[in-house]
């Protein structure tokens, strides 16, 4: 008697579940913005980004965070032991946890056995009974932004006028500068070189994975290095910092969205024989902002949307999917 009011009560809940109207989420409004000027009062981007310091009993242990705007006041957080990627953290240890802003404006994080609060440049963290710890908010660089071009290099944008460099090239003017356009090719094209490219990802909070800030660079329009916002992710081949498809990078090196990032490239194309049979894979070794990232990898074949492999040099593209980044500062050096 009970199994058959058992099934007959599935059944009633099951019927009930067919009837009921299935109410779709709203979409998040699309927001892209790559100028800083128009981000400073904005309060989830005052609040996401790194944040470090030290905690253990005798707080030698240093500890990092970063702190990924989910849209809506919502944040996803992950407490890294050891410290930030490429300055202490093992690639493993971590808390992962999610923040959210209350109706007073107030930021409340929680987890596993964790609660905390990000407020004023702080983010404090009590996990059971663990002392508690505050870490500070901090806005690395990377030690190669900037750099000058030496002597010999080619420069592919320095400034305005060298936009005349690249076939669609035209400047973004924001509050902070004039940089360079995407969905472009340098005229010149390049066999084996080294070169540097600096790049700034938009403030896209209520945007996820490929449609966060999403470019790539180019190298003799064949292989795409990505970029995109993959501040906070795993760091997969898909995202900043891996070889599309091929290759993901050893440690997700992406800061936060409007930060300036530099990538600093070492190419040997593919060689082919005098029958233009190709003998050796190209081969490519990257750093990002300053931690090497990808160690002279093997490039198989051409990604996606990458030209065919050929024995004549390439151009540089800069891909356009749509979402306002900037570029700056680009030079090679031709490797003979």
Request: aromatic share 8%; with cysteine; net charge neutral.
């Amino acid at each position: 008697m009970f199994r058959r009011l058992s099934y007959g009560l599935l059944g009633v809940a099951a019927l009930a579940l067919a009837v009921v109207p299935c109410v779709a989420q709203p979409k998040k409004e699309r927001i892209a913005i790559n100028d800083p000027e128009k981000v400073k009062d904005d309060p989830d981007f005052a609040i996401q980004g790194e944040y470090q310091g030290e905690s253990g009993s005798d707080a030698k242990q240093k500890t990092g965070a970063q702190v990924v705007a989910k849209g809506g006041g919502e944040f996803d957080v992950r407490v890294l032991t050891g410290g930030l990627p490429g300055d202490g953290w093992d690639g493993k240890t971590q808390l992962k946890a999610t923040a959210k802003r209350d109706e007073s404006g107030a930021i409340t994080i929680t987890g596993p056995n964790t609660t905390g609060t990000i407020a004023a440049g702080k983010l404090t963290l009590k996990q059971g009974k663990s002392p508690e710890v505050t870490l500070a908010k901090v806005e690395r660089k990377s030690k190669t932004l900037g750099a000058k071009p030496p002597e010999g290099a080619v420069v592919l944008f320095g400034g305005p006028g060298d936009e005349k460099n690249w076939n669609g090239g035209k400047l973004v003017e924001l509050s902070d500068g004039k940089f360079l356009n995407m969905g472009i090719k340098s005229k010149q094209a390049f066999g084996a070189f080294k070169a540097h490219v600096e790049f700034r990802t938009p403030w896209m909070p209520n945007s996820s994975g490929q449609g966060r800030g999403n470019s790539g660079v180019y190298l003799q329009d064949r292989y795409e290095l990505q970029v995109l916002d993959s501040f906070g992710l795993k760091g997969e081949n898909n995202e900043c910092g891996g070889f599309y498809t091929l290759h993901k990078p050893s440690v997700n090196m992406c800061y936060p969205p409007l930060s300036w990032q530099t990538y600093d490239i070492e190419f040997t194309p593919a060689a082919f024989d005098p029958d233009g049979k190709k003998t050796k894979n190209a081969r490519a070794t990257v750093f990002h902002n300053g931690v090497k990232i990808q160690d002279d990898v093997e490039l198989k074949g051409p990604t996606g949307g990458g030209q065919e492999e050929k024995p004549t040099p390439g151009p540089f593209q800069f891909q356009n999917h749509g979402d306002p980044l900037a570029y700056n500062n680009v030079w090679v050096i031709e490797v003979k």
